[in-house]
T-cell receptor, first 113, second 116 residues
């Protein structure tokens, strides 16, 4: 089955630690995205990538980093510089261009202890 | 900057009844798309319906339809014959494909409860 997978589903981190969230897709999509969701809010864009080895900052990139070494994979690292990292993180992918639906993964819930 | 406003944090509907969720948006662009996404308790984000701004005809997908008023910048979602499985958070979403990011801009969501 084609789709997007995110792992782990739940992640706990101690303050001061970096942690990496996984996102993999087998839809052959060029573009991938990371969003953050906080209670009572919609999703906000962290980073996006149109093609392999290229990525751009979204609206709330501070304290986060990404890489795009393979078309299928777009991992997100939450660094210790992110002041309030507890949130729900969603990865999405799409064909780049007009009218191309973004397909979402099941999400990762990150909690900082 | 583009913004999306959903003024109804919570709504409730009886099973088999009809409910309308409201959304307004602000943009200076003329070429854009609007979507309604559904997020059930599983938190999986699911596309419900889309509307292209240059199309005057309102989009329909089975029991879901929209009322798109471009001049008023209004985009409401009507759910007919509501079912228990429709209970979810509904997000109104804007995207301008002429921009650099194809970034989805989300409203804050409306939590819909369906009463049996």
């Amino acid at each position: 089955d084609g789709g997007i997978t995110q792992s782990p589903k739940y992640l706990f981190r101690k303050e001061g630690q970096n942690v990496t969230l996984s996102c993999e897709q087998n839809l052959n999509h060029d573009a991938m995205y990371w969003y953050r969701q906080d209670p009572g809010q919609g999703l906000r864009l962290i980073y996006y990538s149109q093609i392999v080895n290229d990525f751009q900052k979204g609206d709330i990139a501070e304290g986060y980093s990404v890489s795009r070494e393979k078309k299928e994979s777009f991992p997100l690292t939450v660094t210790s510089a992110q002041k309030n990292p507890t949130a729900f993180y969603l990865c999405a992918s799409s064909i780049w261009g007009r009218n191309n639906e973004q397909f979402f993964g099941p999400g990762t819930r990150l909690t900082v202890l | 900057a583009q913004t999306v406003t959903q003024s109804q944090p919570e709504m409730s509907v009886q099973e088999a009844e009809t409910v309308t969720l409201s959304c307004t948006y602000d943009t200076s662009e003329s070429d854009y798309y609007l979507f309604w996404y559904k997020q059930p308790p599983s938190r999986q984000m699911i596309l419900v319906i889309r509307q292209e701004a240059y199309k005057q005809q309102n989009a329909t997908e089975n029991r879901f339809s929209v009322n798109f008023q471009k001049a008023a910048k209004s985009f409401s979602l009507k759910i007919s014959d509501s079912q228990l499985g429709d209970a979810a958070m509904y997000f109104c979403v804007y995207v301008n494909y002429g921009g650099a990011t194809n970034k989805l801009i989300f409203g804050t969501g409306t939590l819909l409860a369906v009463q049996p």
